[in-house]
Nanobody
Framework: QVQLVESGGGLVQAGDSLRLSCAAS????????MGWFRQVRGKERELVAA????????YYADSVKGRFTISRDNAKNTVYLQMNSLKPEDTAVYYC????????????????WGQGTQVTVSS
């Protein structure tokens, strides 16, 4: 099974940028669709962005379109989430996820998850 570890979270001000990384181990991510989710305590986990196995197709939640960019480097076994123009409402724990069966990228059901990284955006 693939193991995922997120990094890059932190405390920033509104308007700043952050880049999250998700490093995979034990398995290559080439056969997995990859997604970034976020969760605020007390609320459901939300799919923020997803990318196909080849990287040719992406999906973004309306709330982050035009500000966030998901990418993957299969050679480095790593997925990224570039977050620009951050807003206080982007504050959440961000999770990386992988799934070998997903075809429709907006599907929120993933099999494998990282431990999460906190992103806090101050106003």
């Amino acid at each position: 099974q693939v193991q995922l570890v997120e990094s890059g979270g932190g405390l920033v001000q509104a308007g700043d940028s952050l880049r999250l990384s998700c490093a995979a181990s034990r398995r290559t991510i080439r056969s997995y669709a990859m997604g970034w989710f976020r969760q605020v305590r007390g609320k459901e986990r939300e799919l923020v962005a997803a990318i196909s196995r080849s990287g040719d197709n992406t999906y973004y939640a309306d709330s982050v379109k035009g500000r966030f960019t998901i990418s993957r480097d299969n050679a480095k076994n790593t997925v990224y989430l570039q977050m620009n123009s951050l807003k206080p409402e982007d504050t959440a724990v961000y999770y990386c996820a992988a799934d070998s069966r997903i075809v429709v990228l907006s599907t929120p059901s993933y099999d494998f998850w990282g431990q999460g990284t906190q992103v806090t955006v101050s106003s």
